[in-house]
């Protein structure tokens, strides 16, 4: 098992930055893939960014050039920088460790989900 925790969100205004973190622990050894998802209110969920353990990454169209996701794995750690934030990037952000194939992460782990706002 994998424990993923999520913390860094809150609020902010358009144009401004956070920054997400999240550790995992627990069965580490297992963890290929680690990255970031969104669900905002009723939309489907939908991958941000995600990044192999070779450092290989992918982005969503929405916000590649505005976000930047990093992993430490000895920490067992991801983080997704925010930038030049938007209206529209408001939702619930989930940590996911996983398989990466493609860009995209499969099976896996989710953390708790941790919300963003940003407003107008």
Known sequence: QVQLVESG????QAGGSLRLSCAASGSTSVIHGLGWYRQAGEKQRELVAAMSS???SNYADSVEGRFTISRDNRK???DLQMDSL???DTAV????AGRY????????YWGQG???TVSS
């Open 76 to 78: 067992n750690t991801v």
């Open 93 to 96: 952000y989930y940590c996911r």
């Open 101 to 108: 194939h493609g860009g995209t992460l499969s099976g896996g």
């Open 114 to 116: 941790i919300q963003v």
């Open 9 to 12: 969100g809150g609020s902010v």
């Open 86 to 88: 938007k209206p529209e």
């Open 54 to 56: 070779g450092g290989l």
